[in-house]
Every structure is written in C-alpha cells, then in structure tokens.
C-alpha cells in the first residue's frame, strides 16, 4: 500500500512538471532549416505577421486554420510570430532556432493558451478574400506587363484590382520545359533603389493577406498557373519598386517580377460574378 503510494505521489509530480514545461511553451515553438513546424489554430486564420525573414511562413492550400514555419537560415536570432483569428484572438508566438527540435506539431499548446480579445477593422472576411481571388484567377488579363522570362519559365503580372482596402495582383506563371517547377514558397519586398551603387539598396518585406493557386502549386508544361496574391492597400514612389519572388521546391529556378508604382496606380475595383449572373 505504501509502495501503491509512492508511486502515485511520483507519477502525479510528473504530471505536474510535464504540465509546467507546457505551461511555460505556451508562447515559444522551435524551428530549423531541414524540418517544418506545423501550427494548428483553433480558428480560421485572418492574418499572420512575423518578425523577420529568417523565418518562412506558409498557409497550406485548401486549409484555414494551420501555418506552416521553419528557418530561412541556420542560426538566426530569435523572432516572433504574430498570428490574428476569427474569434478575435491575438496569438503572439516567440519563434527560436534549434537544429534538432524535439517537436514539430503545435496544437495543443496554442488552444489552451490566453490572449487579448481584439477587435477587427471593417473589410473583407476570409472568406470574401478567397471568393475575390478565385473569381480573379479566371478573369482575362488586362495586362501583359511587366513579364520576366529565365530557365524557361516565365512569369507576368495580368491583372491588379483594388476592392475594399486590398490590392489583388494576378500572376500568371509559366512553365516552357519538361521539368515540374514545384513551389516552395513566395515573398514579397518592397526596396529603394534610389541609394548609389556603392551601398545596398534598403528593403522592406511585407506580407499578403492571402495567396491562392488556380491549380496545385506545381507548374507544369503547357499548363499555365495563375497565382493571386492579396495586400493591404500600398502605394510606392518612383525610386521604388514592389519586387514578388516565387522560390522552388529542391531546385534553383527562381521567378522573380519587379513592378512599378504607376502600375499599382492603375490598379481598378474588381466586380465579382456570383451564381446566375
């Protein structure tokens, strides 16, 4: 009995520090280069933003609620990760690099964490973003520049629209040789290039509200893809310019598109088809 005792007293101080290191990963999760961290939120995701660029940041395609994170480089410093839901909940996330993470699935951790209520700003829900970009990725291009071409892919900006304090940009990107150009993930920098050559040009880099593939993020010949992409409404100066970049799955194929303010000031309200129209 006494024994029966002990061991009950030992297993329930267990439970005890392993619910303490819970506690205490509340607001941290680790990441490295070679491995990918999924978060699993209990709501849809309205918006994501993270500290730096030594951190990748990726919504899978047909899912709400998870982020996929991991390292852009070995050894970064420590970063955050700031994550908005539907609920009106604020995660605030403190992302660290470990080599070897002994974990790579966040769920548990994150539902029963406590955060600040906040309130939203009127505008689109998720779901009318995603409505918004489906419609635009099958409407007619009504621009055929600017366009890059290199390694035989191409890539061109087709569309820009503004509705409801967002500016959707419309890619279409295109694959002219036998290899699967597989994405890995895409970012997007605003830089001013206004400095002389002998310094380097400084650099912003922003991130979309939403991202949407007509097809699977897999471009192959002879089927091009179209890619939208949604902001929050921004203007630049002449001596800047809005660069996206479209990086690939285990290759060095890089697509790359500069553009231009006076091509976001062209951009035009966009009337969205619904059923029976």
Not at 95 to 107: G, I, K, N
Not at 112 to 127: I, K
Request: charged share 25%; proline share 5%.
């Amino acid at each position: 009995m006494t024994a029966f005792v002990k061991k009950s007293t030992l297993i329930a101080a267990s439970l005890m520090v392993t619910s303490a290191i819970a506690s205490a990963q509340l607001n941290k999760i680790s990441v490295c280069f070679n491995k990918t961290a999924m978060l699993i939120f209990p709501q849809v995701i309205r918006d994501a933003d993270y500290g730096s660029s030594d951190i990748l940041v990726r919504q899978p395609k047909r899912t709400t609620n998870v982020l996929k994170v991991k390292a852009a480089r070995d050894g970064f410093e420590p970063t955050n990760l700031s994550v908005i839901t539907t609920d009106g909940k604020l995660y605030s996330i403190n992302v660290l690099y470990d080599p070897d993470p002994a974990q790579t699935a966040y769920s548990n951790f994150l539902e029963s964490a406590t955060v600040p209520e906040v309130a939203f700003r009127e505008g689109m829900s998720p779901a009318e973003v995603e409505f918004f970009a489906r419609q635009i990725a099958s409407s007619p291009a009504r621009k055929h520049r600017p366009v890059m071409t290199d390694n035989q892919m191409g890539m061109r900006l087709s569309n820009i629209f503004i509705n409801d304090g967002l500016l959707f940009f419309a890619f279409e990107l295109e694959n002219r040789s036998q290899v699967p150009f597989d994405v890995y993930f895409t970012r997007y920098y605003l830089r001013d290039l206004s400095r002389t050559k002998r310094t380097s040009s400084m650099e912003k880099e922003i991130a979309p509200r939403f991202v949407y593939f007509n097809t699977d993020s897999t471009i192959l010949k002879g089927t091009p893809t179209m890619m939208v992409v949604a902001f929050d409404k921004f203007t630049i100066a002449d001596k800047k310019h809005f660069d996206c970049e479209v990086y690939e799955t285990n290759g060095d194929r890089l697509l790359k598109l500069r553009i231009r303010g006076k091509h976001i000031l062209a951009a035009q309200p966009f009337v969205p088809r619904h059923a029976g129209n």
